[in-house]
């Protein structure tokens, strides 16, 4: 006790009486200090203190006033981290920060630089750090127009993309269109010969309506649109987290809420409506989405695809996305093979919703093979799949 007494500063103390604890502040490699006040930005677009990120010898953290004390850091920032296709391009944008080039080789310490110098638009309502915090009152979301789209995906394909770096391996970029922000993902048909490009149009498409499908089953999902050009397809998808211009909502991914990265979505949400955490009606939603993806073929059911709401009691299912037949994608070296699918098993804990996950799924491929706007090859496989799934 002595020695922590003459440590003075140096020494956080979480927690009182017999349950008090002490951590060593300590700043960690590429960082200035050791104290990152937070803010969360309401609905309204209204800036309120959440306290503040206070980093620890041994790669820990601890976020004050509560004296939650993290490996690393707290899965509300790491769950905001730079990732996928505008995730790699976050090095080189902002190239002064001498990130590593490969997301995969970034460490707390690099995620934690990036938060703080260039948080601002990050997704969710969490700003870390004074830096951040300047820019994002300083900037403001400047208004593009549709007809920009194909100049905005040019620039993106070439190392320049515009808005926040939210996750998924897609090109796309994040505009403010129309008074709302938007994603929009795209794939490029300049070369009528491009099968993978042409695979990539017909998957937004499919996705669009995989969307529409979902939402007729009660479930939300954001408001989307299809956009096409001689150059271009383009998905433009509302974003969720966002309210108007400068609001902003709290969300967590599935990831973030569940202890097991490696289980399904069903695993997940059984265990979750087991501890408390998700409402009955969310876990069942949760359910019927894993019977539905694999039921259209959906082989990227990963726990970063799913998000809630939080902040407000129990974490709400938010809008659904990423539902397309990745079965169908083109492999990583630029094929397109041809594959087929075939029919899920059921588990138990699907049992109840497979039914109508079932029809909702062959009324997908159905309308599918039905829309002249994809190519015949996978209209086909469409038809084939109502099929089975009639069957």
Request: hydrophobic fraction near 45%.
């Amino acid at each position: 006790m002595r020695l922590i007494h003459q440590a003075g500063s140096e020494v956080v103390r979480l927690g009182r009486g017999r349950a008090i604890r002490y951590g060593l502040r300590q700043a960690w490699p590429g960082l200035d200090g050791w104290r990152f006040p937070v803010v969360r930005v309401s609905e309204a677009g209204a800036p309120e203190r959440a306290g503040e990120l206070v980093t620890l010898a041994a790669r820990q953290s601890v976020w004050l006033p509560e004296g939650r004390v993290s490996d690393g850091l707290p899965i509300e920032l790491t769950d905001t981290r730079p990732s996928g296709f505008l995730g790699r391009h976050f090095a080189a944008t902002h190239h002064d920060l001498r990130l590593p080039p490969r997301l995969q080789d970034w460490s707390d310490h690099h995620v934690l630089l990036a938060l703080v110098r260039r948080g601002d638009d990050l997704p969710g309502n969490l700003i870390a750090g004074e830096e951040s915090f300047a820019r994002c009152q300083t900037s403001a979301p400047a208004e593009v127009s549709r007809d920009d789209y194909s100049a905005i995906a040019d620039r993106t394909i070439a190392g320049h993309p515009p808005g926040s770096s939210t996750g998924g391996e897609r090109p796309k970029f994040g505009v403010f269109v129309d008074g709302r922000h938007v994603l929009v993902k795209f794939a490029g048909r300049r070369a009528a010969a491009d099968a993978v490009a042409r695979r990539w149009c017909d998957l937004l498409l499919l996705e669009a309506l995989a969307l529409e499908i979902v939402q007729t089953r009660g479930i939300a999902v954001p408001t989307t649109q299809v956009i096409e050009t001689p150059t271009h397809c383009f998905f433009e998808s509302e974003r969720f987290d966002r309210v108007g211009a400068r609001g902003r909502r709290s969300v967590l991914s599935l990831a973030a809420l569940h202890d097991n990265a490696a289980d399904s979505w069903l695993t997940a949400a059984v265990a979750l409506v087991a501890r408390g955490t998700l409402a009955d009606e969310d876990g069942r939603r949760l359910r019927w989405l894993d019977a539905f993806g694999a039921l259209i073929g959906n082989t990227d059911r990963h726990q970063h695809n799913i998000a809630f709401f939080t902040g407000h009691g129990r974490p709400r299912l938010a809008p659904v996305f990423d539902q397309l037949p990745m079965l169908y994608a083109p492999s990583a070296d630029g094929q397109v093979p041809a594959r087929t699918f075939t029919m899920p098993l059921m588990v138990a804990d699907s049992l109840d919703v497979w039914s109508d996950a079932r029809d909702a799924a062959r009324e997908f491929w159905s309308r599918g093979a039905a829309d002249a706007r994809v190519a015949a090859e996978l209209r086909a496989a469409c038809a084939a799949n109502a099929r089975l799934l009639a069957g």
